[in-house]
């Protein structure tokens, strides 16, 4: 076969580019002369991941015409919704490319707007270019009660067993439980796929449940509601060898169920031997009156999340305890003083109930055992104030402070800014304050805001969220003799200088 002048060359580069994963390996290779760079940019790089609603007509028509560049997708995510923040497309596939007038309003707006619901044209046109992502390694599908229909969940499960052999993530979220529990159709076909590494399953039905256990190369599940019997599966059948995260959120249909009882203490023990190289281990909602786990169980067991009484000392035992890194539980769940030494402890997180925002009698004789905390979380519950009214505040210890140099961050908080300021002053060691403070409308007040904590001596940064202006940081600089003189405004960057890892402790668990 014969190829004219320049094409085999364009050819082998794209198959050398189909193998490289990484976003920056692909523009290291760019990098290398002119003819890659307009090789690969845009072509390679714009369509490594497509995140938008299942209704763009544009977007699959575009990529159904261009099996060449739909065949590098990576990562596909299906939206329910338009969070333009979460949309991912190459630059011409940008909304303000594909529009048309609505004859109503005169106005443009996008053409996938103009209708509600899921086609059968429209789902064609996607299978379609679907059936070309031969190297897709991620796919997100959020259904919707809105267009969850039986059909679709069987032709897209069809098309990604026989295309995308390559797959690693799979996250499907039903809304629409009888829909998905009758046709059990799309895991008979979609768990052919061995490769699986991170599985995301919401309502998953029994035949989902059974398949899964047979895909050896499982390294992070997350269940949210899954049936009790889907649990007991799992546990006496599934020998995953690579899992390191475990997470089951409630149970379905009724919440809270006791999964782990007296009777079943010997087939979770079993499950658990069976998974030493588990890491992360994440219960919810989940009820349990199983003696405690052996000590030999989970001997890698480094960050635990419970959120029922008696779940973190009653389900592992001291020696697990004494490992843990991450600690995430209520804190009349923690015994301080039957716990061993928490010396890998590095970051606790913690709820309880609060009056005037004292802390428990067991909060100190924790804290001394845990002697390399460094990143304290409490969530402080006012019996006085509904679940959404959690007061959420972060005290990170920085790594470097011989002394406890606190830095604390609050959200969500419904307290006055008068009792705020009050409490902040039990606090002489705060160094960072970033919370939901209102502070002063008027520049000219702010000054006399700032001097109310000249009591602080060590306090630097503070932020203010006024409710007229956008969030402001400023600095607080002290005179010879450390009093407050004046203040300075600061980026968010400056502020967080000092800051040893700021933001790395509010990645979600299962991140």
């Known amino acids: 076969m014969t190829y004219p002048n320049g094409i085999l060359i364009h050819i082998i580069w794209d198959e050398i580019a189909y193998l490289l994963h990484s976003t920056k390996d692909l523009l290291s290779l760019a990098l290398t002369c002119r003819t890659l760079k307009n090789l690969i940019i845009p072509d390679h790089i714009e369509y490594r991941h497509i995140h938008c609603h299942i209704r763009r007509e544009d977007v699959w ?81 959020n259904q919707n009660q809105g267009y969850t229909y039986p059909q679709e969940i069987i032709d897209i499960s069809s098309v990604l067993t026989n295309t995308t052999h390559c797959l690693e993530a799979l ?44 895909c050896p190369d499982i ?63 994440v219960i919810s909602g989940i009820e349990t009156t199983m003696p405690t786990l052996p000590s030999s169980c989970l001997p890698n067991l480094r960050s635990v999340s419970f959120d029922h009484e008696n779940l973190a000392t009653s389900f592992l035992s001291n020696e697990t305890i004494s490992r843990l890194v991450h600690l995430d539980c209520p804190i009349d769940d923690v015994d301080a003083d039957n716990l061993p030494q ?35 979380h409490m969530d402080m519950l006012s019996p006085d104030m509904f679940y959404e009214d959690l007061v959420s505040c972060s005290i990170f210890v920085p790594r470097k402070a011989e002394n406890a140099n606190i830095f604390i961050s609050l959200s969500s908080i419904k307290e006055t800014e008068e009792e705020m300021i009050q409490m902040f002053l ?61 203040y300075q405004y600061v980026s968010l960057e400056e502020a967080e200088r000092d800051v040893d890892s700021w933001g790395n402790f509010f990645l979600h668990l299962s991140d």
């Not at 009888?178 to 991170?198: A, C, H, P, Y």
């Open 61 to 141: 028509e575009h990529l159904e015409c261009r099996p060449r560049l739909t065949r590098g997708v990576r990562s596909l995510h299906l939206l329910t919704e338009y969070p333009t923040d979460l949309i991912r497309l190459p630059v011409i596939l940008e909304p303000r490319h594909y529009k048309e007038t609505n004859k109503t309003s005169g106005s443009d707006v996008p053409k996938w707007n103009l209708r509600s619901k899921v086609t059968k044209e429209n789902l064609d046109m996607f299978l379609r270019s679907l059936s070309h992502m031969t190297l897709l390694r991620e796919f997100e599908w």
């Open 171 to 214: 996250s499907m979220r039903w809304y629409n439980v009888e829909n998905q529990w009758q046709f059990q159709t799309l895991s008979v076909n979609i768990w052919k796929l061995s490769g699986l590494k991170r599985v995301i399953l919401q309502y998953p039905c029994p035949a989902a449940i059974q398949m899964i256990v047979f």
């Open 219 to 281: 390294e992070d599940l997350y269940l949210l509601r899954p049936t009790p019997d889907s649990i007991y599966n799992i546990m006496g059948h599934a020998n995953w060898k690579k899992l390191r995260r475990l997470s089951i959120c409630e149970t379905y249909p009724s919440p809270r169920y006791p999964i782990f009882t007296k009777d079943t203490s010997t087939l979770v023990t079993s499950f658990f031997d069976r998974h030493a190289n588990l890491e992360s281990l």
């Open 342 to 376: 928490l010396n890998n402890l590095e970051t606790f997180r913690f709820q309880f109930i609060s009056w005037n925002c004292i802390v428990p009698d067991s909060f100190l004789p924790l804290l001394l055992k845990a002697r390399n905390l460094k990143k304290l």
């Open 426 to 486: 039990q606090c002489p060691s705060l160094t960072h304050l970033f919370c939901d403070l209102p502070g002063p409308e008027e520049e000219e007040e702010l000054d006399e805001f700032c001097e109310r904590f000249s009591a602080l001596p060590n306090l630097k940064i503070l932020e203010l969220n006024p409710e007229s202006k956008k969030r402001i940081y400023v600095k607080l600089e002290r005179d010879e003799e450390g009093m407050y003189s004046r």
